[in-house]
């Protein structure tokens, strides 16, 4: 997988065809994942302004602080102008002479700091200001061969983590030291950064996001872990298992784990182009409802991952719109008893000509410790 398959320079004129086919006269796009999708330019985000100035028509330009130069020169597809500012000087002139004449509206990158926002409005105030979004989310929903390779091997890498578990996760360690050893085991697997440890023991397992505690893990406890990271493509990685932290499970979670894993499964089952996203969000849900623990599924079934760890498309109900071959999201159901303990089992997977491809292929069973 070469770099040039994974940021190809064709990526910038499919977005200015976009821009205009969406009404805008340029893209004005700060660091992130869209800066990153069309460049490859995996820039710092401060303080001081880096913009792409992208316009539907004409060159498109880079303005970086000065001493960010050498690194945006090095990136892998920023054969683009370059123009930079030094550290006092007003860089917002630097977009508006890029854009080479009046423009009617802009797109911003949806994550644009405020700071920026305003900058750009004062500096072009004529301009409409809309979420490049709108342009971009078409371009980045359906993954290319290369970022599904990149996406398997970041999945394959948190697997290998999860093949690990048994070495840290056991009664007696707080969550917080499980989660330092499952940290240095992402980065030792090949992410270049860790972007969450979950460690979730017991009645912490009820919430999705708990994140960790210096709680110690009790003997005979579910223990939901979710972990993901960033590789050096860019491209991210997500899975969630529930362990038994030795002992005896309580009943009713080895009755509703059953439950949730069969629902993961259907749902995995469900994905093939022309299937929506509600639909494969009630392939999970109806399992859970029908057990009767359908008000403890509280999130929605999945979401889109790739240059960022959620993106498009959401799997959530009311979302009528059908999955294509190429989009690659979460499958994620879970079950959580407030007070009590919880449950989840996540894979990514990507929606084929013909069906689905897991990238995680760790078992879901539950795994005792």
Same mark, same amino acid.
């Given at each position: ?10 990526? %910038?004129?499919? &977005? ?10 340029? %893209? ?6 869209? +800066? ?35 690194? &945006?020169?090095?990136?892998?597809? !920023? ?7 030094? =550290? ?31 900058? +750009? ?5 004529? *301009? ?9 989310? /078409?371009?980045?929903?359906?993954? @290319?061969? *290369? ?5 398997? /091997? #970041? ?18 360690? !707080? ?9 240095? #085991? ?20 009820? @919430?999705?996001?708990?994140? !960790? @505690? ?8 579910? $223990? ?8 050096? @493509? ?24 059953? $439950? ?5 499964? #259907? ?22 409802? *029908? ?15 790739? %240059? ?8 959530? #109900? ?5 999955? =294509? ?6 499958? /994620? ?25 897991? +990238? ?10």
């Amino acid at each position: 997988m070469g770099i040039d398959e994974l940021y190809p320079p064709d990526r %910038l004129i499919a &977005a200015q065809r976009a821009t205009a086919a969406a009404g805008l006269d340029a %893209l004005l796009l700060t660091p992130g994942s869209d +800066l990153r999708y069309l460049t490859g330019y995996d820039a710092h985000a401060g303080e001081r302004l880096t913009c792409l100035v992208l316009p539907a028509d004409g060159e498109p330009t880079l303005v970086v602080p000065r001493l960010e130069r050498p690194a &945006a020169e090095a990136a892998p597809n !920023t054969g683009v102008r370059i123009v930079d500012h030094v =550290d006092g000087t007003d860089p917002y002139p630097l977009v508006v002479a890029a854009l080479d004449g009046p423009v009617a509206a802009v797109g911003l990158a949806d994550r644009m700091w405020a700071e920026q926002v305003l900058g +750009l409005r004062a500096a072009l105030p004529d *301009a409409a200001q809309r979420l490049a979004g709108e342009v971009l989310r /078409e371009l980045r929903i359906r993954k @290319s061969p *290369a970022e599904i390779a990149a996406l398997a /091997e #970041a999945g394959a890498a948190i697997d290998e983590v999860h093949l690990r578990m048994g070495e840290w996760l056991r009664p007696g360690r !707080t969550e917080v030291e499980v989660a330092t050893d499952i940290a240095a #085991a992402i980065r030792a697997a090949g992410h270049v950064t860790v972007d969450f440890v979950i460690v979730a023991a017991g009645p912490n397992g009820a @919430s999705p996001h708990h994140g !960790t @505690s210096n709680r110690p893990i009790g003997v005979g406890e579910p $223990v939901v872990v979710d972990i993901g990271g960033t590789m050096a @493509s860019g491209y991210r990685s997500d899975c969630t298992r529930t362990y038994l932290a030795g002992g005896s499970a309580p009943a009713d979670f080895l009755d509703y784990y059953a $439950v949730l894993r069969d629902a993961q499964r #259907a749902a995995v089952e469900a994905v093939r182009p022309g299937i929506t996203a509600a639909a494969a969000d009630a392939e999970a849900r109806a399992p859970i409802v *029908a057990a009767g623990y359908g008000p403890a599924f509280l999130h929605r079934t999945g979401h889109g991952i790739g %240059l960022d760890g959620h993106e498009e498309p959401y799997l959530v #109900a009311g979302n009528d719109r059908p999955l =294509d071959a190429g989009m690659a999201f979460s499958i /994620e159901p879970g079950i959580y008893l407030a007070g009590r303990h919880g449950a989840r089992i996540e894979d990514i997977v990507v929606c084929t000509t013909d069906g689905v491809q897991r +990238l995680n292929t760790t078992p879901t069973e539950l795994i005792a410790l």
